[in-house]
């Protein structure tokens, strides 16, 4: 791709960062982060370079060949920016979902809320295919919500499966690669708490701390997730990529009845216990501004990606 400054680099760390803190929010899009910052064609193209071909040159000692083939220096710049925001936010919702998991589901809520009503507002080719596939996304995700209550699963092969899926919100803009891990029952579980141990983990060597019993199982968790998302990377953005070029208004109905059919499991109470959800006038009121102020966040994106 073409060269760049030292600044340009910069600003790419930063572009990360916003992408990164993008995708560990549900209802945020980190595709449409790099929509908005104008690097989405570029990280199609970085993506879709992560396949055989990069593994054969790495092997052979090409490192150099290898390195520009997959546009390297882009996606290293990508990968710091969002490194570092999944390990700061993550310990902030670690503490925000102990403290006030009401309100944190309640903004959850709003933000998908939110982009499931911007999707549907920006579609605008509706005709008998398209609402047969936007209610076929819809029965799915109400199947997903009411018929299959999501449910934590530390099943090393789900594990992967959920790295390979997570990976679609940085691909795909407008569907949240956090979001679909809430349906899979495993957010807190891997954005969160995995993440968090992952982190100990990396961080102990040098601070001579002793780990916690569960911190090395989680770091094995949270390593086999980033393998699924690799694989991910090089082969499910490859077929998203193709599925846009054929079939994108298609494409866009089934996430749009999708992504309102999930909504039913994302409510606060669906995912607090009961002795965290209290149903007093006062909590009502509260989840219900909190709610509104997640709706408000991703209009607010809304308005100032359409005003450039």
């Known amino acids: 791709m073409h060269s760049r400054s030292f600044s340009d680099y910069g600003l790419l760390i930063l572009k990360g960062i916003a992408m990164g803190v993008a995708n560990k929010i549900p209802g945020v899009s980190g595709g449409i982060v790099a929509v908005v910052t104008g690097f989405y064609e570029e990280l199609i193209f970085s993506f879709q370079r992560l ?47 102990t403290i006030y998991p009401m309100r944190v589901w309640a903004i959850f809520f709003g933000l998908v809320l939110a982009s499931a009503i911007l999707l549907f507002r920006d579609f605008s080719k509706w005709h008998t295919n398209s609402v047969v596939f936007a209610l076929a996304g819809l029965v799915v995700g109400l199947g997903l919500s009411v018929l299959s209550p999501s449910e934590q699963n530390p099943s090393l092969i789900y594990v992967f499966l959920c790295g390979v899926v997570s990976i679609v919100g940085m691909t795909l803009p407008g569907l949240s690669g956090s979001f679909l891990l809430i349906l899979m029952g495993n957010y807190t579980f891997l954005l969160v708490d995995a993440v968090n141990s992952f982190g100990r983990w990396i961080i102990s060597p040098f601070l001579n701390t002793e780990l916690a019993p569960q911190d090395a199982e989680y770091a094995l968790i949270f390593g086999v997730f980033l393998v699924g998302s690799l694989v991910g ?52 009121f509260w989840t219900i501004i909190w709610g509104l102020i997640g709706l408000v966040i991703v209009f607010v994106l809304d308005y100032y990606e359409r005003k450039k």
């Open 233 to 284: 990377i090089s082969g499910l953005s490859a077929l998203i990529h193709r599925i846009q070029q054929k079939a994108k208004d298609e494409l866009q109905a089934i996430l749009i009845g999708f992504v309102f059919g999930s909504l039913f499991i994302l409510w606060p109470t669906n995912r607090v216990t009961p002795l965290e959800s209290s149903m007093s006038m006062e909590s009502i």
């Open 51 to 97: 396949n055989f071909k990069a593994v054969y040159l790495l092997l052979r000692g090409r490192f150099r060949t290898f390195w520009l083939y997959i546009n390297g220096a882009f996606l290293m710049a990508l990968l710091l920016g969002i490194i570092f925001s999944y390990f700061t936010l993550s310990l902030f919702l670690d503490v925000a979902l």
